[in-house]
Each structure stands twice: as C-alpha cells, then as structure tokens.
C-alpha cells in the first residue's frame, strides 16, 4: 500500500510499504523499507537496511561490518556478522547467524530459505497496478548478464532506459526467412545488427503463379519436350528446341530466384550429386553434359558401323547418321536447365570451391558451343543455297503446301563436300543472310538463366530483374519479326509466335509483381495462358512434322532437290 507496483514479465513482486517496487527480468525483488532495491538478473537479493550491495564480476571481497558486500562469481564468500550476505551466481554462500540468506538459482537451497518456483513465462500476466502516483526510484545500474529479450526491434541499445515488461513482450518472437552475410570484423557466431548484415527475401517473392496456374504451363512445357523429342526422332529439325526449358524456367517466374526445384524439362535424370543443398545443382550440370557425351559416343558407334557395314569412308559414314549436327538437338533442348544449374552454382556455391569450379566448367560448355556455331557456320560457311528442285516440279494445292512448311530454297555442299549433311541440322532451315540468328538465340536462353539464377535481396533489384528478363525476351521477338530468318513460313509462325507469347506472359508477370497485385489479378492469369499456349504450338508443329514423316514413309516418293545432291526436300531429310 501506498507505491505503484511494477509488472514484472517473470514472477511477481510484493512491494514494502512505503518503497517503490525495483522491476527485475529474471526475479524478484523484495526491497527493505527506505532502502532502493537495485534489481540483479541473476538472484534475488534482500539488502541490508541502509546499505546497497554492488555487484562485481570479478573478485569477491570480504566486506566490513557497515560496508556493501561485493559478490565474486567465481568463489564463495562468508558475510561478516551484521552486514549483508553478498549473492554468488557460481556457488552457494552459508548465512552467518543474524543475517539475510542469499539465494542461489544455480543450487538447490537449504531449508531455512527456500527458493519460490518461478512459473513459466508464457501463463504469466501482467500485475495490476493501484492507482496510486508512483514513488521516485533510486539510480538503476543495468545488469549486463542474461538480458531480457528486447522489447524493440533491434533491442534497446546499451545504456538506455528499458520501458518494463509485460506479459505479452515474453511472446516469442516471428522469424522470418533472410539469408544473413556476416560483417567482415564481426566474430564468429555473432548477430545483431552490429554483427551481421540481414538480405531478407523480399515481400514480393511469393507472387507469380499460383500452383494452379503452374498445373497448366507444366502439362505445356512437358507436352513441348515430348513434341521436340518427337521431332528430333523424325525430321531431325533443331528449331523450337529450346520452348520447353523456356516454358519451364519461366513458370516460377518471381523474386525468390534458385529456391525452386527444377522440373525434368531442365534437368531430365532428376538425380543430384552429393549430400548438400546443392546437390541438385551439381547433378544438373554433370548429368546433362554426360547426356551429350553419350549421344555424342552412340552416334560415332553408329558411324562407325555404317563404315563397317558399306566400306564408306569416315566423312560418309559421319553424313549418313548426320553427326556432329544432330547433337545440336539435344543440346538447345537441355541448354536451358544445364545454363541455369551452371549460373546457380557459380553464383551461390554454399562455400564449396568445387561447386564453383563445377558451375565454371559447366558455364563454359554452354558458352563454347555458339562460340564453334560461330566459327563453323556463321563466318565461313561451305554450303550455298539454291532452289528447292521439288517445290519447282509441284502446282497448286501440293506446291503451297510444301512451300508453306519447308520454303522454296534449301541448302546444298559447296566447298566442303558433306558440309550439309553433317552439320546441316544445325542450320538447315534458316536463311543465309541469318545464321547470325543460331548463336544469338544459344546466347538469348543462357540471359535467361543468368538472370533467373540471380537471388535479388530487395524489392527493387528484384523488378530490375524482371525487367531484363522482358527485355531479353522482347529483343529475340523482334528479331523474328524483324529478320524472318527461317525458310519455311510455318517454322516462321511457330516460332515467331512461342517467342511473342513468351514475351507477353513476362511483361504481365513483371507488371504483377511490381505493383504487388493479388494472386488471382487477370495479369498473372493472362500470364500462365500465353505460356501455356506457346507450348502447345510446338506440340501441334511436331505433330504436324511427324505426320509429314509417315506419310514420307509410307509411299510418297522422296523428291529428290536441286543440284548438288543436297538435302532431300520431303519431310525425309
């Protein structure tokens, strides 16, 4: 009666009449009448009436009769008669008779002062307080050891006065996911802002496609690959290759960049390599480079037993089974997936020195083949185009349909005899004017996955890198557009087409995600249907090829095309 109790968050406090109660976050506190309690963290102390026990970390001492007792961690100290038994945290101190028995949380105390139970934070409330204006308190000294948990973001800084604890500030506090990069200087283990600096995932990084939406862009992306297979196995056609990694890479289009798993279209075995968080990174870029080297050893086998079997020679033998060019085929198709594992390694190896060695090589690999397309295609190619004898002999209905898919010009061997039939899957229904349109597109999928590797660490570097990724996708639409590099014009619309709906869904998922719409906005529905169109493109042009191919088969005569023994002109080649 007669002081304002203080709520304390860990037990509860009794005042003295006439006293005001000293708020403690680890115990209580019962202050003598006219003396100020100062609050220790570790214990609970009574003073001695008239004099204030000082903590010391250090020593202990032996007080003199009238003096404050000084406590030592670190050994047990006997009171002298009629002064104030100083409170130990490291051991237990024996009272002399006559004076106030300190209690020790770290032993278990005798009987003659026994310890109240402490209740447990979480079922504790706030004491109420009497409506009486509260006493002035003494000077508080802060207690460095076992803080209570801050009641301020941050805490509050060394020094200051603390406001006093409530129940509801013992509620544990809401983590959130952050990846935190330590402060060069700070010591290990440290946290806190002046130890470590917090790049939180952005607020944004959880729109994009809802699981729904993703269900329609994956049965696309699954259905291009199958029609791109399709294709490969039939036509032996390189174009529309690489729709399927793009329709798979682009669906977990958001802020949150390399926490998704990648889907068979980018990483076709689904096996990892090691034990850590980037074993699924490590396993894309090994296994899909073993898949072009084991296509690659297959078709040499396969040359060689055509060598064997007719008595060709090896170039002969390499241009019937049409090796290196077919290996571009199953390169585009996993050039996605294996340039992104690469980007994600390289960028985030987790510490580990091989796995940035192993995304280096890998990047390089995917680097190095528009490099050699370059080189071997592009600035001095040994074919020529001409005219395509078989749309020369068609009429009516059979010659617009044949020009419509294969054009009216194919590509023959010039100076260097089976040129075309050895690498001519790379570049065969593309224009001569622009072969430069091959190694821009290899280099337009690995931006993709440059940027989509890239793990933005604030709101606003996220929306610049979703503006990239627009831009990259607009500048190839336009070259479609503007170049129309392709002979046949169903090629020219397939492609053409996938790449302007690719476009689109980026600039509608872009444009959610940087003014933060609702998951259901009509942007990201738009979004996931011109992605899921796009693929379906690519699987109607393989069937439309695979048709093409049987009807080859099974009785029409191959027309033979212009001079130069080139490329067949049906669907055979």
């Known amino acids: 009666p007669g002081t304002a109790a203080t709520p304390n968050p860990s037990v509860g406090t009794t005042p003295t009449p006439g006293t005001a109660a000293t708020p403690n976050p680890s115990v209580g506190t019962t202050p003598t009448p006219g003396a100020a309690a100062t609050p220790n963290p570790s214990v609970r102390t009574t003073p001695t009436p008239g004099t204030a026990a000082t903590p010391n970390p250090s020593v202990g001492t032996t007080p003199t009769p009238g003096a404050a007792a000084t406590p030592n961690p670190s050994v047990r100290t006997t009171p002298t008669p009629g002064t104030a038994a100083t409170p130990n945290p490291s051991v237990g101190t024996t009272p002399t008779p006559g004076t106030t028995a300190t209690l020790n949380p770290a032993l278990t105390p005798g009987p003659a002062s026994p310890a109240p139970p402490t209740p447990a934070p979480d079922t504790l409330a706030p004491l109420p307080a009497p409506p009486l204006a509260p006493a002035t308190l003494g000077p508080q000294t802060s207690a460095p050891a076992n803080r209570t948990r801050p009641r301020t973001p941050g805490g509050a800084l060394p020094g200051t006065t603390e406001e006093p604890a409530t129940a509801s500030s013992l509620a544990p506090i809401p983590q959130t996911s952050a990846q935190t990069t330590a402060v060069p200087g700070a010591p290990a283990g440290a946290t806190g802002e002046a130890a470590s600096a917090s790049r939180a995932t952005p607020p944004t990084a959880s729109l994009g496609l809802s699981e729904a939406k993703k269900s329609k862009t994956k049965l696309a992306a699954s259905g291009a690959a199958a029609g791109v297979v399709a294709m490969a196995l039939t036509t032996a056609r390189a174009t529309s290759a690489a729709s399927a990694g793009k329709i798979a890479l682009l669906q977990d289009f958001g802020c949150a ?41 297959v078709m040499v086998g396969a040359a060689g037993g055509v060598r064997a079997a007719t008595g060709q020679s090896w170039e002969e033998a390499r241009a019937a089974v049409r090796f290196p060019g077919i290996c571009y085929i ?244």
């Open 330 to 573: 199953p390169y585009l198709f996993l050039l996605q997936g294996t340039s992104l594992a690469a980007a994600r390694a390289l960028f985030y190896p987790g510490g580990s020195v091989a796995i940035g060695l192993i995304g280096g090589a890998t990047a390089f690999f995917s680097l190095s083949v528009p490099v050699l397309i370059h080189i071997r295609v592009v600035r001095a190619p040994s074919g020529k185009v001409v005219p395509d004898g078989a749309a020369v002999q068609m009429s009516g209905w059979q010659k617009f349909l044949y020009s419509f898919t294969f054009g009216n010009a194919i590509w023959v061997s010039a100076k260097e005899p089976l040129f075309c039939e050895r690498f001519g899957v790379i570049f065969e229904t593309v224009k001569k004017d622009a072969l430069w349109c091959l190694p821009a597109e290899c280099l337009g999928v690995i931006m993709l996955s440059v940027l989509s590797a890239l793990q933005p660490g604030t709101v606003w570097m996220c929306n610049m890198r979703n503006l990239g990724l627009a831009l990259t996708t607009a500048l190839w639409f336009l070259v479609l557009v503007v170049k129309r590099p392709y002979f046949g014009y169903l090629e020219g619309l397939v492609n053409t087409g996938a790449a302007g709906l690719v476009f689109v869904a980026v600039v509608c998922m872009t444009v959610a995600i940087w003014g933060e719409v609702a998951p259901d906005h009509i942007l990201l529905e738009v979004a996931a249907e011109t992605l899921s169109v796009s693929g379906w493109m690519v699987v109607g042009k393989a069937l439309w090829d695979v048709a093409g191919y049987l009807y080859d088969v099974l009785g029409a005569e191959a027309d033979e095309a212009g001079a130069g023994g080139g490329t067949r002109g049906g669907y055979r080649s």
């Open 257 to 297: 960049g390399g926490e998704d798993a990648m889907s068979w279209e980018l990483h076709p075995t689904q096996l990892g390599i090691g034990g850590g968080p980037e074993k699924e990174l490590i396993g894309a870029c090994i296994m899909n480079m073993l898949l072009l080297l084991g296509l690659s050893v």
